[in-house]
């Protein structure tokens, strides 16, 4: 496939949001914990469902997710890092979300330096497409983990929010999807076979419901926690997340 040369307006969208405290953060590390044992059984399966079923857009009719056992058989973040780091600094975000855009570019590459590449915390990202004013995030969602099939999750979510301004106003990004998969050297006919299906709609929704059980309403939403214990939200800044980690390992 040919190279397509796309230049769009900015279009808006939501602004990032944050909340304090977080005693939901019992039920969420209870999930949290029971998806990391099944991830890879997961990323099986929705692999091989419906690989040339019409393209999926917006989150699908699943039974049964309202049930934490079941919940916990589907929903899967995307972790960079030691696995084994003592503390996780999570986020629930929207690739379409221009404050999330900010942060993926502004902030996560100063928390990763300072945290993640010393082996200090661990990130972990999950889908929270806000379909009702992004029409196009449930899309870019799924298209991310089309990338992360061919094990390029994070060069295409960088690429994502680098060119959120480009494709986040077309009326149809999914070329311009292709095009990035092409720019970071993926195999063209298998990311766009899996853009063109329902492949990872399950596991997109699943996050955007684990994301109603812990009771966020908008992106970014980054928590901090240490171990299994309670956890803490916290700004999406810097110094946000600092804070938030050294009262962490302070006990506070």
Known sequence: MSKKNRE????????????????????????????AVLGVGIV???????????????????AGLDDPAEL??????????DPDAP??????????????????????????????????AKFIYYDFPLVSVHGHAFLAARAARCAEDQE????????????????STVQNPAGMFED??????LDEDEFSACLKSDRHADVVTANMQLGYQLQIQGTPTI??????????????????????????????
């Open 152 to 167: 390029k999750f994070w060069p295409y979510h960088d690429i994502l929010y680098r060119s959120q301004p480009r494709w």
């Open 87 to 120: 503390i996780s600094i999570i986020e629930f975000a929207d690739f379409q979300c221009p404050g999330c855009g900010g942060f993926a570019t502004q902030v996560k590459p100063l928390l990763e330096a300072e945290f993640v590449d010393t082996g200090k």
């Open 180 to 185: 990035y998969a092409e720019d970071l050297g």
């Open 8 to 35: 769009r307006k900015y279009g808006s969208g939501e602004a990032p949001s944050s909340a304090s405290g977080g005693a939901e953060m019992t039920k969420f590390y209870w999930i949290l914990g029971a998806v």
């Open 223 to 252: 928590l901090v926690t240490q171990g299994q214990g309670v956890g803490r939200r916290v700004t999406a800044t810097l110094e946000g997340i600092r804070e938030g980690i050294a009262l962490l390992q302070s006990g506070g």
């Open 72 to 81: 916990m058989q589907v929903a899967r973040g995307v972790e960079k890092g």
């Open 44 to 62: 099986g399966y929705s692999v091989g469902s419906k690989a040339l079923s019409s393209t999926v857009s917006e989150p699908i009719e699943m």
